[in-house]
């Protein structure tokens, strides 16, 4: 089977359910976005060396899959003509609660903030905090084409908390690596 298809080749692609739409389309932008974000944690996997929070990564990863499978269906494709979903999985409060667990075990080991954090510290911890960057503009982006088409809130609601997750766990990893946190306290200046 060859990768390339030609069928895009002027500026349309299909969604899953047989919709052709542009790439420029607010639905396509949303889904390259998380697309983008399951690369970036794949990179910031490569500086990770805690087994623990690259399994937790790769559950992530798995999930921006079904998030992305999701939001590349039209509402009224998600269900087929026989009453059953289109989709095999589908993410629910089952995989939001889970972030806030694994957050609420991480925040544990660390000091309450009183200031914002510069991103920073070592490689991991600097990636970390450009994958939070890259999934709050995801979540943006899922916003933004919520306000035309209408996008299960369960997907929003989960790329809120991943952002919060990854912010939490640049953290963790920070202090993991003994590197320190830069703050950005306005009273320094």
């Known amino acids: 089977m060859k990768i390339y298809t030609k069928t895009g080749d002027k500026?349309?692609?299909?969604?899953?359910?047989?919709?052709?739409?542009?790439?420029?389309?607010?639905?396509?932008?949303?889904?390259?976005?998380?697309?983008?974000l399951n690369s970036f944690i794949g990179f910031a996997k490569c500086e990770i060396k805690n087994e623990n929070v690259l399994n937790q990564l790769q559950k992530i990863q798995f999930d921006?899959?079904?998030?992305?499978?999701?939001?590349?269906?039209?509402?009224?494709?998600?269900?087929?003509?026989?009453?059953k979903s289109r989709l095999s999985l589908m993410i629910s409060e089952t995989e939001i609660e889970e972030l806030e667990h694994w957050m609420d075990e991480f925040e544990k080991e660390l000091q309450p903030l009183q200031y914002f954090?510069?991103?920073g510290g070592g490689k991991s911890a600097t990636s970390l905090h450009i994958c939070r960057t890259v999934c709050r503009r995801t979540e943006r982006s899922l916003v933004f084409?919520?306000?035309?088409?209408?996008?299960?809130?369960?997907?929003?609601?989960?790329?809120?908390r991943l952002s919060d997750y990854l912010f939490v766990l640049a953290r963790y990893v920070s202090k993991l690596n003994g590197e320190t946190e830069e703050y950005w306290n306005?009273?320094?200046r």
């Open 11 to 36: 500026g349309e692609t299909a969604l899953f359910g047989g919709t052709r739409v542009s790439k420029a389309s607010a639905r396509v932008e949303s889904y390259g976005n998380i697309d983008e």
């Open 64 to 83: 921006l899959f079904t998030v992305g499978s999701e939001s590349a269906t039209p509402m009224d494709k998600l269900t087929l003509a026989n009453g």
């Open 117 to 119: 954090i510069l991103p």
């Open 145 to 160: 084409l919520n306000e035309s088409e209408e996008v299960r809130p369960e997907l929003i609601k989960y790329l809120n």
């Open 186 to 188: 306005p009273n320094d």
